[in-house]
């Protein structure tokens, strides 16, 4: 699943920019963010839809809050408050239990990620992982035995005029019942995004640049970041492109119940100051039809698809100061976005405590990058 470290896979807002070096030539992509007090809307962008259920991040300066809703029953319900950054929430494959990432701040000189479990039935927390790396987004594997994650080898800067940030990622996998995660790619990727694990569990998807045979300074400028698809058992693989050609970079992206149909975030135009139109598209590998599924003219992301109904995120702030994300849905091939209301409860800062775990809430300061 994808978003956020600061990729996002947390606060993040993904846009990949140039910045030129060695021979005006390199590409060095960067990530957005803004800092959580800045945010229009308390919501982080950070998500997940349940066949009943949706889970969503709320950030403010004093606290970050991963919050359970039931739109059925109109109730919500307080998981977690913490002053680490809350990352990529998601839901078992039976709903029955719920992963998510605590993260201290991005571009700290001693990162700091876990993995923790939440079961839903008996509101017990548990901690699942704890590395002193980034780990940026979890998927889990369609068994629930397991949790796949993406974890960045080393946090440093690529140039002198760049800030540091999270580098050389690769695909890991925790099992719920062994002590070490097993290594399943070796691609040390500038980075990666969009984890996805196949229905039948032998095949891993991910949005990477498609630079693996670039020689010169132009290659990698006019490389193309592409879905990939990796056969699990074999970590010496370079990828199989799944995704259609196209000018623009893919970010992020989901497969529907089917396996049989992308959805995936690129984009569409730019408006008339110059600013990206982020929108959503359909693709069907069988067929190589490409559909775009939405014309809002802002930054579209996340999607996540349940059933019929495509879920995802709209930043109507996007490349300004400050983040306003709504929550949207398509629930048949050819309706209008409809938005979701969301609701929002922050806590008193004094008496704000882990609903679950009773663990005391402090002030959070989000150090992001540009």
Excluded at 51 to 61: E, G, K
Excluded at 129 to 142: G, M, R, V, Y
Excluded at 149 to 177: C, M, W
Excluded at 341 to 351: C, G, S, T
């Amino acid at each position: 699943m994808r978003l956020f470290t600061p990729h996002i896979h947390a606060i993040r807002i993904s846009i990949l920019s140039t910045l030129l070096f060695i021979g005006a030539s390199t590409v060095i992509p960067l990530q957005q963010t803004v800092a959580a007090e800045d945010l229009k809307s308390p919501l982080t962008g950070a998500y997940d839809v349940s066949a009943s259920q949706i889970v969503y991040v709320t950030s403010t300066s004093e606290i970050n809050t991963l919050n359970l809703y039931d739109p059925k029953q109109n109730q919500q319900e307080t998981l977690v408050n913490s002053n680490e950054r809350l990352l990529d929430p998601d839901f078992s494959p039976d709903g029955s239990s719920l992963a998510f990432i605590e993260a201290n701040a991005y571009g700290s000189s001693e990162p700091r990620s876990s993995i923790k479990i939440v079961n839903l039935r008996t509101g017990v927390t548990t901690v699942l992982l704890e590395k002193d790396s980034n780990i940026t987004e979890i998927e889990w594997a369609p068994d629930g035995d397991s949790v796949f994650f993406l974890q960045a080898g080393s946090f440093k800067n690529y140039s002198p005029i760049a800030s540091k940030r999270a580098h050389d990622f690769d695909v890991y996998e925790q099992n719920l019942t062994k002590e070490e995660p097993i290594r399943h790619t070796y691609l040390e990727k500038y980075e990666l995004d969009s984890l996805q694990i196949s229905k039948d569990g032998q095949y891993i998807y991910v949005a990477m640049m498609d630079d693996a045979h670039a020689k010169t300074a132009d290659d990698i400028f006019n490389a193309k970041q592409k879905i990939f698809q990796f056969p699990l058992n074999d970590t010496k693989s370079e990828g199989t492109v799944i995704s259609p050609t196209r000018e623009r970079d893919i970010y992020d992206f989901t497969w529907n119940e089917k396996s049989d149909l992308l959805y995936y975030q690129s984009v569409a135009k730019t408006d008339d100051k110059g600013t990206f139109e982020y929108e959503l598209y359909s693709y069907e590998p069988s067929t190589t039809k490409e559909k775009q599924l939405t014309s809002l003219g802002e930054f579209t992301n996340h999607p996540v698809s349940i059933g019929n109904t495509l879920y995802f995120m709209v930043d109507k702030a996007f490349a300004t100061s400050t983040s306003d994300y709504s929550l949207y849905m398509i629930d048949s091939p050819n309706s209008e976005p409809k938005q979701i209301e969301l609701p929002i409860q922050v806590p008193a800062v004094k008496d704000s405590v882990n609903s679950k775990n009773n663990r005391s809430a402090l002030e959070v300061f989000f150090k992001m990058l540009f």
